[in-house]
């Protein structure tokens, strides 16, 4: 007998295919039939019938582009992520993972990435008898993993190993081409980290320590991957005045290695750019793919975006990590040279102070005494109640928070975002990251309801079968998930919604909202989610890469 029928629905299977009326049969956790017919067996629970009442019934979200690597052993973003149909999840984007970090470096990689993951919990927090920080849980990619497995999640889980970390964890943030011995430790921790289970590689080519690659660079990191089906996710090096060569760049690097590239949170950034960045990246993407690279690519639905504040600054003043940097921010003949950099177009990194402008530049997350208080306003703002320069402001805030504050940044055009969402190759993610303290974006709480809710139901941008494909079907596609698919033998993650009573709550004021409007959210054959309520079940897997 089945565990649940789902009844009275409209299926939207994830394929890109026209909806249909139909009933759902789960057992064990998968889907047993799908049927036309309402069939219901004699004496079969009430309370195990859920009625879709007309509303759709789709495969669970897959957010593929997330930054919670620590919040997913902690539990700490279950609920908000099913709340808005999210099943499965995969971290460790950008190059940023927080595993494997080894020992010698450990605690400089995870400091770096605290205002993108938040901070290293406690209790796995160890040190060694030199007081410096050691963190067994991250030193290797399969104990984070082993400790993911140990979580009792009610969201499916997966990780990419991120090249960055392994850089860092081999040479640290120093500058320059790695070492024969370096090369060495990077490929030893690439090829165990995906023995362990990693879905593929991102790359962040625009922060430390990656902008110290170039093609070839990468191409020798990365030879282990040659000529396999495992994707490299990326950050470029530039979405602004650099974005065509950027792209260039990781289109060269995947076709000298013969694998699968996925290009991440796609946007032109800056005004000049709109309006015609967008088809020239379009073409090429198709011009590589016709020479034969897998290519895919993602963005969120939002104009506004979030990262360090340290990104900011051109790659040449990160080098050496977060101590060196600190040390040249406090010299005036720096400051000076750095502040005229950043005041001209840039082909050479992606110069958002030029781009944006500090109105459009906001610290949104602050520690220190002297700014938290600022937190939520713009570097101009900020400059002018404290009557100062914006670039000495900027500096001094680096200085103050030791570089771990955030910004939220708008410089994306919403026609070039419909642009690219329209693509058949684009995937709905949230990019969301998790500073410790001040403000989330809202994508945390809301991306792929907002999608559903503004660009389906609102302005009909998209019909529903082709939105839930760009979060299901087509996501499974990238990674390789059996998941995003609603058909006789897959997992029963399942969302149940009716498309007006979405509401979409998180905002940049208050963006620690969950969306309401789920009838039915399951994961692993167990509902996670009945009308806006939520239960961790713990029937979330681990999604790992299956070795061919």
Request: proline share 5%; glycine share 8%.
């Amino acid at each position: 007998m089945a565990d649940y029928i789902i009844t009275n629905g409209t299926i939207v299977n994830g394929k890109n295919e026209p909806p249909f009326p139909g009933n759902l049969m789960v057992e064990n956790g998968r889907i047993r039939e799908i049927t036309k017919a309402d069939v219901i067996p004699e004496n079969f629970p009430k309370e195990r019938i859920l009625d879709a009442k007309g509303g759709y019934v789709t495969p669970g979200f897959i957010d593929i582009h997330r930054h919670g690597d620590w919040k997913a052993l902690c539990g700490g973003d279950d609920e908000l992520l099913n709340r808005q149909g999210i099943t499965s999840v995969v971290n460790g984007n950008c190059g940023l993972s927080v595993a494997p970090v080894g020992k010698k470096h450990a605690g400089e990689i995870l400091s770096f990435l605290s205002s993108v993951t938040g901070d290293l919990p406690e209790k796995y927090l160890e040190k060694d008898e030199n007081g410096n920080i050691y963190c067994p849980v991250a030193e290797s990619f399969s104990a984070y993993m082993k400790t993911l497995g140990e979580t009792e999640r009610s969201v499916n889980t997966g990780m990419l190993v991120g090249n960055g970390t392994i850089r860092a964890a081999a040479a640290g943030y120093a500058s320059g081409r790695l070492t024969k011995e370096e090369l060495r430790r990077v490929w030893k921790s690439l090829e165990e980290s995906l023995s362990a289970g990693a879905l593929g590689v991102s790359l962040g080519v625009a922060y430390a320590p990656e902008f110290e690659y170039d093609v070839q660079g990468f191409t020798e990191a990365l030879r282990p991957l040659a000529g396999t089906d495992i994707p490299i996710t990326t950050h470029v090096r530039s979405e602004g005045d650099g974005f065509v060569e950027s792209v260039k760049e990781v289109i060269q690097v995947a076709k000298a290695l013969h694998i699968p590239l996925h290009v991440s949170h796609v946007k032109c950034i800056g005004k000049k750019n709109w309006g015609v960045r967008c088809r020239e990246i379009l073409e090429l993407f198709h011009q590589a793919r016709e020479e034969g690279v897998a290519l895919d690519f993602d963005l969120y639905p939002y104009l506004t975006g979030s990262t360090q504040l340290v990104h900011l600054l051109p790659p040449e003043s990160q080098e050496g990590g977060t101590e060196a940097m600190l040390e040249r921010l406090q010299d005036s003949v720096y400051r000076w040279h750095l502040t005229q950099v950043l005041r001209k177009p840039s082909r050479h990194f992606e110069n958002i102070v030029e781009l944006a402008g500090f109105d459009q530049i906001y610290a949104s997350t602050l520690h220190s005494e002297e700014y938290k208080e600022m937190t939520g306003k713009s570097i101009a703002e900020i400059a002018e109640i404290r009557k100062e320069d914006p670039f000495e402001v900027l500096y001094d805030i680096l200085i103050a928070e030791k570089c771990q504050a955030t910004m939220l940044d708008t410089i994306a055009s919403e026609e070039d975002m419909i642009h690219f969402l329209k693509d058949p190759y684009a995937n709905v993610i949230s990019d969301a990251t998790y500073p410790t303290g001040g403000r989330y974006h809202p994508r945390v709480y809301a991306a792929f309801p907002k999608v559903l809710a503004d660009y389906v139901r609102d302005r009909k941008v998209f019909s529903i079968q082709e939105a839930v494909y760009k979060m299901t079907g087509k996501p499974a596609q990238v990674l390789h998930l059996e998941q995003g698919i609603l058909e006789a033998g897959r997992p029963a993650d399942i969302n149940v919604f009716h498309l007006e009573n979405l509401q979409v709550k998180a905002d940049f004021d208050h963006p620690a909202q969950f969306c309401r409007g789920f009838d039915y959210v399951l994961t692993g054959g167990e509902p996670v989610v009945r009308n806006d309520c939520w239960k961790n079940t713990g029937t979330g897997r681990v999604l790992k890469r299956k070795e061919k």
